[in-house]
Structure formats: C-alpha cells, structure tokens
C-alpha cells in the first residue's frame, strides 16, 4: 500500500512570512498526526485528527499555528507568521483504527522547513 | 513532568557486535511502548512494541526489555549491520489516549 505523502519535503522562507505543508494518508486511516521534529530532538506532537474533528491540539502554538482536515483525508498544516524557532522538520503520520491496545503509526517523510 | 528519555545520545558499536539502546520513561500509568527507527531524511519506521503485561518481546534480531520496577525500556539488536545505523526513539503510550510521547533518540553508529 502506498505510505504517507507530504509535500514540499524542504522549504526556506524568512521569518514573519507564511507556510503552509500537506499531508495525505495511508488510505482507509481515521487518524492523522502532525510532529514537530527539531534537530536532535524527538518529534512532538501538535494535532490529532480522528476523521475531521480534532483530538488533542493542546501543544499547538494556535497564535500562529493552524491545521485542517477537511473530508478526513488530506490534512494542511500552516505556521503565519513564521519565526526563526519554528525551523524543524514536519512530520505527519496517520493510523488506523486502534486494534485493542496496539497502536501503529505511519510516518511520511517530512517537510523540512528553515527559517532565515 | 511525564517524559521519556534516553541514557546515552550517541552509541558506537562494531559491526556483527550487539546493540543495547535505553530508554527510561517517567509516567508509571503508560501501558504500551514502542521503538522507532529513523534514517537520515526520514519519518520514524517503526521497529517493535510492548505492552506492559509483558517484560520481553523478541522480533527478528531484535529484542525489547520492559522492567516496569524501574521504568526502563531497552532495544536489543543482534548482530548489528551498517543498516542498523540510525537514530532510535522510545515512545509511551498514555492509557485513554491514542498519542505516543517521543523521547529524545539514540544515534546508533555501527563502525566496520
């Protein structure tokens, strides 16, 4: 089966500007993920989306973050306005439905964003 | 607060040698643990998991510890190979949520 796409995979902007990352997942998968990943760190997690309505969005920095699912499928992720700070690699992933207390996630390959 | 980390940041081992990665994990509620690996350029692929019913899960040439005494986690490779070289993650899974909390990693270099 085809694994979680994401596009762009690099992207350089300066700071105070906008941009915006997409995300498609493994058909037929309920919930999707976005990560921030910065260097040397592991990913944490910003939104949960079961379907189209969201989970957890507690770690999402919502004054300049913002994340949609429309349809339940393809998931956008937006930072505006950017800051130097928010250079990370952005990863989505997605899952299907859990399966009694096994949980697999599947990882796309991310967008790396650098903030100049 | 609730965290997962790892021992050592950097662990180099001769390739064919064994491979020991730790993890420890702070929230004695979490039930299920999982491994992750990630290659350079990469989302993390993953590995093997545990519930916490359980102290040993093998896979093939690996191996995961839980001792849930200590609240230790460790990764077991056999026979370690120049693909093994990557970045390993722990994560814990917070029982009534379907989220994972990722610890910081351990890059595993394999030296020929």
């Known amino acids: 089966e085809a694994g979680v796409a994401q596009s762009p995979r690099y992207k350089i902007i300066e700071k105070r500007q906008s941009v915006a990352f997409w995300c498609n997942p493994i058909?037929?998968?309920?919930?999707l993920y976005w990560y921030q990943q910065i260097l040397g760190q592991g990913p944490k997690l910003l939104i949960q989306?079961?379907?189209?309505?969201?989970?957890?969005d507690s770690q999402l920095p919502k004054d300049r973050f913002s994340a949609e699912r429309l349809k339940g499928v393809d998931s956008t992720l937006k930072i505006q306005p950017a800051k130097l700070e928010d250079s990370a690699v952005y990863l989505c992933a997605s899952s299907p439905n859990p399966r009694g207390a096994r949980f697999e996630q599947y990882f796309g390959p991310g967008t790396r964003l650098t903030v100049t | 607060g609730e965290s997962v980390g790892l021992h050592l940041p950097t662990l180099s081992v001769q390739e064919g040698d064994n491979s020991i990665i730790n993890c420890a994990y702070s929230?004695?509620?979490?039930?299920?643990f999982i491994w992750y690996k990630q290659e350079s350029g990469k989302g993390p692929q993953f590995i093997i998991d545990i519930r916490s019913n359980m102290d040993k899960r093998q896979g093939q040439r690996v191996t995961v510890l839980l001792n849930k005494t200590v609240k230790h986690l460790s990764l077991q490779i056999a026979a370690t190979q120049p693909g093994d070289s990557a970045v390993y993650f722990c994560a814990e899974n917070k029982i009534g949520t379907y989220k994972y909390i990722f610890g910081t990693g351990t890059r595993l270099k394999v030296l020929a």
């Open positions: 929230n004695s509620a979490s039930d299920y």
């Open positions: 989306f079961q379907n189209n309505g969201v989970v957890d």
């Open positions: 058909s037929g998968h309920a919930t």
